[in-house]
């Protein structure tokens, strides 16, 4: 499974220019990972994991294969757009799909770059921007409650279904989100979430997007947002895109020192996939081998036979038992032999619950 990331925000705040960023970094590393069909809108961008470079040193593996995220970017969207106005409403479709989304804000001030409401007000940008998405949830649950109408002559157990769809419709016509709905997070409610893909149920983080200037101590607007984030739970976090640009061009030596000189430790977009994954519980464990060392990512508290299946669906159905090494270990001991020597390689049956860092050998029948 990989993560995938929707871009949102208003016209003009920086998402094609962090979107840019991001596809520098992917055909950067575009020699290193599997997926390299790049569609205009979509990058598929490696998840930075150090790990991953001192496990091929120790096991002489001739690449490295990262996890991925993939980022899609959509034209901005306007007031309105859920109603068709703009280019916006027709690109919502292809965020629907997504894990969780990246909202996009202006948090800089430039006169020369127009603001589509006039001045910079990032808190006003968000409402704006979260109406939009409500509205197109809305259409969605109407569409259905049209079809469940039907339906629901012909087979009265659909009635449940029906009311919490119209409950649904309620609070979201209250102007609120489809994660602030209890009963949508219940057992009865995940048919509906499977079904209407609600772009208001995922996670959402803020990119609060600065120049360079901003980078430093926190701006007013950053700080704003910062607090309209934690009270909706939702991440946030300061890059500059256009910096980010500037990174994306350099050795990973050169970054390190750009970002220094601007008092920074970690590129925006890795701040943002690492958000990614704690918002949506993600964890990678590795396989190493002398072909190549590999990320693949699962959920937490993912059972050895599911984070298998993520390798192959074989691995899953003939999941037979797990070799099992720590990446510290790994480290500490320098091979897959001599961990086996040292006896911390460990073997795991179907209920071990895989770790974060763990390099794992399947065995299963094919
Ligand atoms: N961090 C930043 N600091 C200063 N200027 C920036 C920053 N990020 C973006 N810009 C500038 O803002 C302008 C708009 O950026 P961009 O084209 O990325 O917006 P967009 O959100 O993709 O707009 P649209 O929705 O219209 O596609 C560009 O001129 C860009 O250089
Ligand atoms: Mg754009």
Redesign the pocket.
């Known amino acids: 499974m990989g993560l995938s990331i929707g871009i949102v925000?208003?016209?003009?705040?920086?998402?094609?220019?962090?979107?840019?960023a991001l596809t520098r970094a992917q055909n950067a590393e575009s020699a290193n990972y599997p997926f390299c069909t790049i569609e205009p809108n979509r990058a598929v961008v490696p998840v930075p994991d150090l790990r991953l470079y001192k496990l091929q040193e120790l096991a002489s593996s001739q690449k490295v294969i990262h996890a991925t995220v993939d980022f899609i970017?959509i034209?901005?969207l306007v007031r309105g757009a859920s109603k068709g106005e703009g280019l916006g409403n027709q690109f919502l479709a292809n965020i629907r799909e997504c894990d969780a989304i990246l909202h996009?804000v202006r948090c800089?001030e430039?006169d020369?770059?127009i603001h589509v409401d006039g001045a910079v007000d990032p808190i006003r940008d968000m409402e704006t921007i979260d109406t939009e998405l409500i509205l197109a949830d809305l259409q969605a649950a109407e569409r259905k409650a049209e079809r469940l109408g039907k339906q629901i002559k012909g087979d009265k157990r659909l009635a449940p279904q029906m009311d919490l769809l119209r409950g649904l419709i309620d609070h979201l016509n209250a102007g609120r989100p489809a994660s602030e709905m209890t009963e949508l997070h219940s057992d009865p409610g995940a048919e509906l979430r499977r079904d209407l893909l609600l772009i208001t149920f995922k996670p959402v983080i803020f990119a609060m997007?600065?120049?360079?200037d901003g980078l430093g101590e926190d701006n007013a607007h950053v700080r704003r947002v910062r607090e309209a984030a934690q009270a909706r739970a939702a991440g946030a976090v300061k890059?500059?895109?256009?910096?980010e640009e500037e990174l994306a061009g350099l050795s990973p030596e050169e970054a390190a020192e750009f970002l220094a000189s601007y008092g920074v430790q970690e590129s925006g977009l890795d701040l943002i996939i690492r958000a990614g994954y704690e918002m949506l519980g993600l964890c990678s464990y590795f396989t190493a081998g002398p072909k190549e060392v590999r990320a693949w990512t699962i959920r937490q508290g993912w059972k050895a036979p599911q984070g298998a299946g993520v390798i192959h669906t074989d691995f899953e159905r003939g999941f037979i038992r797990a070799e099992v090494i720590a990446y510290e270990d790994y480290v500490k001991h320098g091979s897959e032999a001599k961990c086996r020597a040292a006896g911390v390689l460990r073997v795991e049956g179907k209920e071990y619950v895989l770790k974060d860092g763990d390099v794992v050998h399947f065995l299963f029948n094919a």
Do not use: C
Not at 9 to 20: E, Y
Not at 239 to 243: C, F
């Open positions: 925000g208003l016209p003009n705040v920086g998402k094609s220019t962090l979107f840019n970017d034209a901005g996009v800089f430039n020369d770059v997007n600065v120049d360079e890059i500059s895109a256009r910096m």
